[in-house]
Every structure is written in C-alpha cells, then in structure tokens.
C-alpha cells in the first residue's frame, strides 16, 4: 500500500520531534499528544498493514458452560494497546483469562484474532490497565503474562487473574470459577500476598505503623482486598518518602 505524502510527512515529523525531544524537552504533554496523533494519522493511512492485524485466529472454547471465560464481560468491551511500543487507541477488546490470551477484531472486523503474547506491552480495559511481565529467577515472579497493575508506586501491586473451567456433576453445567491472585513487588522481587499476615511480613519494616493504619481504616483483606492492598501500599509508600 502506498501512503499519502501526508502520511509520509506526519512520519518525518514524527522521527525529527523525537530525535529533537531527545535533547530537550519543553513541553512534554504537548510533544506526547502530537506523538499520538501522528500515529493515529499512520495507522489509518497504513489500514491492514498496521502489526497488531497480524495475529492468528482466535478459536474459542465450545464447550457449553455457565458464564464466559473473559474478563469482566462475554462481549468486546472499549480499551486500548500498547504494542510494540506502539499505542493502539479506541480498540474493542476480550481478555481470555482462561488461556491468558488478548483478543482484537480483525481489520475486516469479520473475525477475532489473538496477539502474540511477546509482542504486547501492555493494554487497558475500561479503567483496568494490564502490563506483560516476565518471570525470571531473580523477580521471583511465577509465571509470565498479563497481571493487571492495582497500584504503580513502590511498592506497586498486581493481580494475576484466572478462570478455570470446572465440569459439572450430574445434572449440573459446567462452569467458570475466576481467582485472583496478589503480588506486591518491592525492590524488583514480586511477593505473593494472600492476606494482611503476608503483606505485613513482607514490610515489615513498618509493621506497626500499617497494623495501626488498617485497624483505624477498618480494611478488610477478605472482603475487600484489592482495595486494602492498595490502600496499604499507598500507605507504606507515603511513610518511605
């Protein structure tokens, strides 16, 4: 596909402000704002050509079962991607948390297509943002994938959802059963958390100030524990700067 000369000069301009915002940088919000338009302005004029339709169909699960194995909804829900450093706004997107797989509309928009894990920074659903993390042996984080960011300081938390497809008994369908599972990560190394204990024993350098903070809060890491978790780190980081 040809582009137009538009297209061609957004791409100079695009390549010049960035060699220039290398040096210095005036105005930041304004530089990444043209940044993005620029790139929306490329997208559109590439169309089909544009990476992130280069996936692979998306085949889902037949089998009949109460609920869907997606995140918050068994339809497209509005969102954006980051991939290969690239921003992909105003998407329509499905996250399997079954098979840990990000799902688009082909260009044609007559199929679904998966994005090939390596190759996607990050991405948003409605006001949840996931991040792509790999493990390794010193983050001692479990398994690579998609773990959505609950709190960006330091320490930051995550969560790894997941939803397993659990047979029915009898008469009974079959079904999905969504867990969550926290991380706080400090320093670099990601701790799994499943209660106040865990978290405590992991900053514990400020044991007693936080066991004050929750009970004064009332936070309840059973019933709510993503917000006790967030609201704890937050804490933390406060009392560490």
């Known amino acids: 596909m040809k582009l137009s000369c538009f297209v061609i000069a957004g791409l100079v ?31 559109k004029g590439i169309e089909d050509n544009a990476e992130i339709y280069h996936g692979s169909e998306y085949i889902r699960n037949g089998r009949q079962a109460n609920g869907f194995p997606f995140f918050e909804s068994d339809n497209l829900l509005a969102g954006s991607v980051s991939y290969q450093g690239i921003i992909y706004t105003s998407q329509n997107l499905q996250y399997d948390i079954v098979t840990d797989e990000l799902i688009i509309p082909n260009y044609t928009k007559n ?7 390596r190759k996607v920074d990050s991405f948003s659903i409605n006001a949840h943002v996931f991040v792509n993390l790999e493990s390794n042996a010193s983050n001692q984080l479990p398994v690579d994938g998609y773990y959505e960011q609950l ?41 799994p958390i499943d209660g106040k204990s865990s978290l405590l024993e992991v900053l514990k350098d400020e044991n007693d100030a936080l066991r004050k903070y929750i009970h004064a809060n009332k ?23």
């Open 151 to 191: 709190y960006s300081g330091e320490p930051a938390v995550y969560v790894k959802r997941v939803k397993k497809l659990a047979s029915g008994t009898g008469s009974e369908e079959a079904k999905y059963i969504q867990y969550n599972n926290f991380f706080v990560r400090l320093k670099n190394v990601y701790y």
């Open 219 to 241: 936070l309840n890491f059973k019933k709510n524990p993503e917000s006790a978790l967030v609201l704890s780190a937050t804490y933390y980081s406060q009392l560490k700067h």
């Open 111 to 117: 199929a679904l297509i998966v994005l090939p894990p």
């Open 13 to 43: 301009f695009l390549l010049f402000s960035h060699c220039c915002c290398a040096q210095q940088s005036t105005d930041t919000s304004i530089y990444h704002e043209s940044v993005s338009r620029l790139q929306q302005v490329y997208l």
